[in-house]
């Protein structure tokens, strides 16, 4: 019997979702399990469907099938006799014609992707370990060629990436037993290329990382946002113990807010305009100013749909992080909706601040 495996996804083609797909084959790359063939059948086309099935029963010694709810009963009802054979309690078939697993995409499922890992790991030897990196700032063609050098280095290594926003998620999936000297050369030149823009070498937030820096330095910090409206210091709150190093965090919206609140000089406002390097800048010494923290974050710029009246860009803006007598300002032009301007613009800003004091 073939030794290949494939995974077949039921989906409604009219709609095109494919959230719940690729959740699940995130979750079989994580645990080391890469398929022969990846197919997707409408769930509405009988033909399709049967057809699809016995090419899938015949070719390949592990199917594995994620399904509606709707369709699992005459789905199994099919399998079994197609492959004479019955299910388990776990909708698993074994037989001479193929090893089928069924998932439910939908919930109440008695089989999850964690259960086919289990599985294929102890059938197919592949104990794997992982190693992982995570970045902000680095264009996604950028890291696909620092991982396309490390597989050069470790050909027995796959990568798995996820990005939101700018933040970046790369996961080393790796035989348990590759040589030592052989990955940590891979490593070495992973983390080499991508050096700028690393944050931690281990499966952690960004805000996390941030949080375990300032305890580490026994650093305080404060947040004045403009545009990005509150976001950054949301995300910083969402950490528990956050309160061991965080001060205040100040919304500063209109032009009086950043005045009263901040001491920017009205003169800067009417010169450079709210959204500018000049008052990023003083948005960030105005908090430092108070002596209440140690490193300050200031954000301003414009995330649309509109330009202000100004006429500046969509997506223009500052990001100013620093020190007293040491403040950094940022500029960036980023592309996108609303929301993605936004929160790639919280991230930027966690990640500037992390980088001032690393």
Known sequence: MSQKKCLLIFRNKKLNVFDRAERSIAAFSSGGIYFDR????????????????????AAYADVVILTPSAMRESLLSFCEKTCNGKFDNFDILTSDCANIYVIVSDGGGRLQESDVVSIFAKKYDCGVERAYIRTVGAAIPQINAAISKAKNICPECDFNVSESYSDCRIEAVYPANVIKSVFDGMWRSLIGSLNDYIYALEDITLAERLFQLLQLRRMKISVAESFTGGGVAKRLVSVPGISEVYFEGLNTYSNESKIKRLGVDELILKQYGAVSEQTAFRMAEGLLNTNDCDIAISTTGIAGPKSDNTLKPVGLLYIAAGVKENISVFKYELKGNRESITETAINLALFHAFKKIK
């Open 38 to 57: 990846i197919l997707y059948c409408a769930y509405d086309d009988a033909g399709e469907i049967t057809r699809t099935l016995k090419e899938c029963i």
